[in-house]
Every structure is written in structure tokens, then in C-alpha cells.
């Protein structure tokens, strides 16, 4: 049997850019990686602050550090990419161009397939950092638009915490503080909107609270970790 080198590590099928930031990430956060059963490579874009992609258009200047980071992630033996940041879904053209291995920048991709999933007459909910922040940009990058399938968007930005620590890149993380206020963003969401069919969890620090949004919300929750475990099966073992 033989068996091809040319790597320094190996076993990390997965890579992924992570933005530039210093708050604490808890076990079920992609920049975790107690969140995985297996080994995945991280590779931090310097100068991708949260503040810069947190907004309506990410900063273009961003664009060229994030395909440098992508290809220097395949060179290194990645054979898939994803990113630590949902809204990073206006870059996916471009990256998915940059690199010869598969690039799922954002969970927006799994849209289409939730609303599928639901039956087409219930709008997909969406969490995200900062409502204003997601537009029909970073859908049309994910492959569809707020224009063919109906979307029901809830901000965490006005909650306190949450936007301290992941919008501000706070360094001082309430557990308890945090899991009140997504109870009350699910909550207040189906309270708003009881149509939705399901959830996806754009914002990639919400993924450790999935569970608890499941049960606030009593619909289907996908997150990005849900994604990129399917993606490693996929890619792991050849």
C-alpha cells in the first residue's frame, strides 16, 4: 500500500478561518475545538476584526487576507474550508475560486434545504449578530435570495451581553447572562413569527446554545457545527 505525503500534520480534513478576535468561545463554538470529535485546522485572519465583518458590507480590504489564509489552509492539507463568521457568505464566490478544495463559508447555505425540508409555505427563521447586518448580499452569496424564499430574521443586538462579548469582542463571558437572552430572542421570535418551519443559526457563537433554542422554540435548529460535521464525512478518508 502506498501512501501519499507531502504535508507536515495531517488528519485535519477541516480548516478554518477564523476572524481576529479575544472573546471566549465555549465548548459547541466552531473556534472551539473541544467542539468536534475530530481534529480540524484553525487558521486566524489578522486584522478580520468582528467590527469589520459585522456590518452590512464586509470590508473588501478583507477579501485578499481571506483567500491568502484559504489557499495557505489547502496548501497545509485541508480538504475542505469553512469560516468562523455566517455573514463571510458575500465572500463564498470568490474564495470557493481562490482554492481546489470544497468552501462552505456560512450555515445561509443550508436555507434552501430548510425551507424544503418544512414544506415551502413556512418561512425559515434566521439568528444572526445584528439584523441590519444581514442582507440579500450575503444570501445571494449563500446560493438563494430573501426574493424566493421567505425569511423571518432575529437580531441579537439588542441584547446587552451578547453583543458585548461577540459584536464588541468582550473578554468576559456570563454563561447565565447569555443563555436568558437567547432564551428570549427564540421566544420572542416564535412569538412574532409562529409560522416559521425551522431555524438556522447564522451566527456561529450561537451554536452552543442550539439545544436550548430547540426547546424555546419547538422547531428544528441548524447550526454551523451540524454543517460542517456532514462536510467532514464527506472529505475525510480519501
Not at 495557505?72 to 463571510?88: N, Q
Not at 424544503?116 to 452569496?141: A, E, F, N, W
Request: some cysteine.
Amino acid at each position: 500500500m502506498e501512501i501519499r505525503g507531502g504535508y507536515t500534520n495531517y488528519g485535519q480534513h477541516i480548516g478554518v478561518l477564523m476572524l481576529d478576535t479575544a472573546f471566549p468561545r465555549l465548548p459547541g463554538d466552531i473556534g472551539n475545538a473541544a467542539s468536534f470529535d475530530f481534529a480540524v485546522k484553525f487558521k486566524v485572519v489578522k486584522g478580520a476584526l468582528p467590527q469589520l465583518v459585522n456590518n452590512k458590507d464586509p470590508a473588501e480590504a478583507l477579501l485578499p487576507l481571506f483567500v491568502k489564509a484559504a489557499r495557505e489552509l489547502e496548501s497545509e492539507g485541508a480538504r475542505a474550508i469553512t469560516t468562523s463568521c455566517g455573514l463571510l457568505a458575500s465572500f463564498q464566490s470568490e474564495l470557493s475560486a481562490a482554492v481546489s478544495v470544497p468552501v462552505f463559508t456560512s450555515t445561509l447555505m443550508l436555507v434552501p434545504l430548510c425551507w424544503q425540508l418544512t414544506g415551502t409555505k413556512k418561512p425559515v427563521g434566521i439568528m444572526t449578530i445584528r439584523k441590519s447586518s444581514l442582507t440579500d448580499r450575503q444570501c445571494r452569496g449563500a446560493g438563494w435570495s430573501q426574493n424566493d424564499i421567505p425569511v423571518c430574521i432575529m437580531g441579537m443586538d439588542s441584547r446587552k451581553h451578547f453583543t458585548e462579548v461577540y459584536a464588541d469582542n468582550g473578554k468576559l463571558l456570563n454563561l447565565e447572562t447569555l443563555e436568558g437572552e437567547v432564551r428570549e430572542a427564540s421566544v420572542k421570535m416564535m412569538a412574532d413569527h409562529p409560522e416559521i418551519g425551522s431555524i438556522v443559526l447564522e451566527c456561529t457563537n450561537l451554536a452552543p446554545f442550539s439545544q436550548l433554542i430547540r426547546q424555546a422554540s419547538g422547531r428544528p435548529v441548524f447550526g454551523m457545527n451540524d454543517l460542517l460535521q456532514f462536510i467532514h464525512r464527506c472529505v475525510a478518508g480519501f
